[in-house]
């Protein structure tokens, strides 16, 4: 079983930039299999970043980053330069050897 718990979200406006993190419980031995997705108002769940092989979305390449520390089972997601259309949930992903969980999600909203 793994629990991920998001933090981080809020309001922010255009140009700011924002840190996700997320705390990974139970045995999931490294962080590789986790990353990063939203879902927009009215919009389908999409990959923003994943750690493994550093792929991230055309839409958010040059402006977010993810990150982790295997010691603390945490990734994080550094967005800078957010824009309206980022506004989203944003979920964060663990797919690997003990199965896929998801967190409930944290809110990113970017307007002026």
């Known amino acids: 079983q793994v629990r991920l718990v998001e933090s981080g979200g809020g309001l922010v406006q255009p140009g700011g930039s924002l840190r996700l993190s997320c705390a990974a419980s139970g045995t999931i031995s490294k962080i590789n299999a986790m990353g990063w997705y939203r879902q927009g108002p009215g919009k389908l769940r999409e990959l923003v970043a994943r750690?493994?092989?550093?792929v991230y979305a055309d839409s958010v390449k040059g402006r977010f980053t993810i990150s982790g520390d295997n010691a603390k089972n945490t990734v994080y997601l550094q967005m800078n330069s957010l824009k309206p259309e980022d506004t989203a949930i944003y979920y964060c992903?663990?797919?690997?050897?003990?199965?896929?969980?998801w967190g409930q999600g944290t809110q990113v909203t970017v307007s002026s």
């Open positions: 992903n663990y797919n690997g050897f003990l199965g896929n969980y």
């Open positions: 750690i493994t092989g550093g």
